[in-house]
């Protein structure tokens, strides 16, 4: 014989009470059954429920003596639990119950307790009415304009300082790189190299919601100078994904070290994006360090006679203002490091200077990688505004059409502290020239001294 009413919590479910029912015992029960419901009465279609059963089928559906599992309403007969309204919860004008799905305030979510209070996750968003607000206001006296980024809205400032940077702090090893003093010269007020050398200066990409940026600044930086140093014979755009996929000891989309980018590039070096296209999420390598442009299976450039990857020198460092300068004005662009605050992603146009707008004091900030290619200056009331013009790598929908200007002179966010330069081996630029008088000045002109085991093949002979 079927019992009938094994416990009191079962009697609660007649009509109307169904929802706290529910509440108490959330199940699921027929639903969780293989054939769900079934038809008349089978006292096997049933489920465990605290120290009793709960049935699925027809025969329990008998007014205040029935047995149905908790969700029998729901599952098979097709009626939607009824949400009590009892409690019902407000928040910023939206009303809304526990049984709703809880509410998304910009990158924090919200859920109606059976109480009727609000519970938010009070997570620091990547920016929000209150920072945009705040430099609103600022916006005379830092002298730069910020916008909202749909783009950013939604994400915690954690998820960016994770993903839309990715450079580590500098270890010792970048410091003390070898540091290379130009020889003054005549610095003009204003340079840019992508005008300086129009075409050869790649503008910003995307790295996407992928700590890369130690990849993106390192590949762009090379192209740049292998365009640049070959004079537009080896326009290439660099991997970075090959970067990401295959620089050991580095954390992919968490974040990599510089010093060991550029050392991968001088050792390996790497292949063209065509043949590495950039996925923003680290995939297995598939480049060894034996490989050529050939047995990778790349596209051969046209211009040139290329095999080899796209190799670079040593990197050193640069770190002066007019040290840097006569770098980009003499071989082109530079790799700077820069601290990242919370307000930097907010940038719209001017010149960036780190406000204190809404940033509490536990909100720490975190380092990228761009590219720094030229300067100039801003004549603001009385005062001279000194600038350096970066590249960064959050897409040209962001900043200055990817740019971004930041004060020059004072170090402003550490940009002027890890200025990293290095110089490509522009081989098929050599090869082009037949006299060994002018392999040798290309080579002293590149700034670049080989490694006497690295010297470049003697090439007189095709002459
Ligand atoms: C619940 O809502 C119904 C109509 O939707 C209303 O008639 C009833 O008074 C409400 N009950 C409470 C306790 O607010
Ligand atoms: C910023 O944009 C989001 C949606 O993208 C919007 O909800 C928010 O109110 C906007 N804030 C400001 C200050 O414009
Ligand atoms: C940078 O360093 C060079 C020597 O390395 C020096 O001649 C120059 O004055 C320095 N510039 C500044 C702005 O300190
Ligand atoms: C290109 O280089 C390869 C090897 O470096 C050589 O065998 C080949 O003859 C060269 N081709 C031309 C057209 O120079």
Request: glycine share 8%; charged share 25%.
């Amino acid at each position: 014989m079927r019992h009938l009413l094994l416990f009191l919590a079962l009697v609660g479910f007649a009509v109307g009470q169904g929802s706290r029912f529910r509440q108490e015992f959330p199940g699921p029960y027929c639903a969780a059954r293989a054939d769900r419901c079934c038809r008349d009465r089978q006292d096997g279609c049933a489920q465990p429920i605290s120290t009793t059963l709960c049935y699925c089928d027809e025969f329990c559906e008998r007014g205040e003596h029935g047995d149905c599992c908790p969700d029998y309403e729901e599952v098979c007969m097709g009626i939607a639990p009824e949400p009590e309204n009892a409690t019902s919860c407000v928040y910023k004008n939206r009303y809304f119950t526990p049984y709703d799905q809880a509410l998304v305030d910009n990158c924090n979510t919200c859920k109606c307790n059976m109480d009727g209070s609000v519970t938010c996750t009070e997570d620091v968003c990547l920016a929000d009415d209150d920072l945009l607000r705040q430099l609103h206001h600022l916006e005379r006296s830092i002298g730069w304009k910020a916008t909202n980024y749909s783009e950013w809205w939604g994400h915690k400032y954690d998820e960016g300082k994770v993903l839309r940077l990715g450079t580590f702090q500098p270890r010792f090893r970048v410091k003390a790189m070898k540091r290379l003093s130009n020889k003054g010269g005549h610095l003009p007020t204003r340079f840019d190299a992508s005008e300086h050398w129009t075409g050869l200066v790649a503008e910003a990409r995307d790295q996407g919601w992928c700590g890369s940026s130690w990849a993106f600044s390192t590949a762009t930086m090379a192209s740049d100078r292998f365009a640049i140093l070959s004079k537009g014979r080896e326009m290439v755009q660099l991997a970075p994904q090959q970067m990401l996929a295959c620089v050991r000891r580095q954390q992919g989309c968490s974040g990599g070290h510089l010093d060991t980018a550029w050392q991968y590039l001088r050792r390996t070096g790497v292949v063209n994006e065509e043949c590495y296209p950039y996925i923003a999420a680290q995939n297995v390598c598939k480049i060894s360090n034996d490989d050529t442009l050939i047995t990778a299976n790349c596209e051969l450039p046209v211009k040139v006679n290329r095999t080899l990857m796209y190799k670079m020198g040593p990197a050193f460092s640069l770190n002066n203002e007019t040290d840097i300068m006569a770098e980009i004005k003499d071989r082109g662009t530079v790799q700077a490091i820069m601290r990242v605050y919370r307000d930097f992603f907010s940038y719209r146009s001017g010149i960036y200077r780190h406000s204190a707008a809404a940033t509490p004091a536990e909100e720490r900030s975190a380092y990228h990688s761009v590219r720094l290619i030229g300067w100039g200056e801003e004549r603001v009331g009385y005062d001279v505004v000194k600038y350096w013009i970066a590249i960064n790598s959050w897409g040209q929908w962001w900043g200055e059409n990817g740019r971004f200007r930041i004060l020059r002179g004072s170090n402003e966010c550490d940009i002027e502290s890890y200025v990293l330069a290095s110089n490509p081996y522009v081989h098929e630029h050599v090869q082009a020239i037949r006299k060994v008088g002018e392999l040798q000045e290309l080579i002293v002109g590149t700034g670049y001294v080989p490694h006497p085991s690295r010297r470049y093949p003697p090439y007189a002979h095709r002459g």
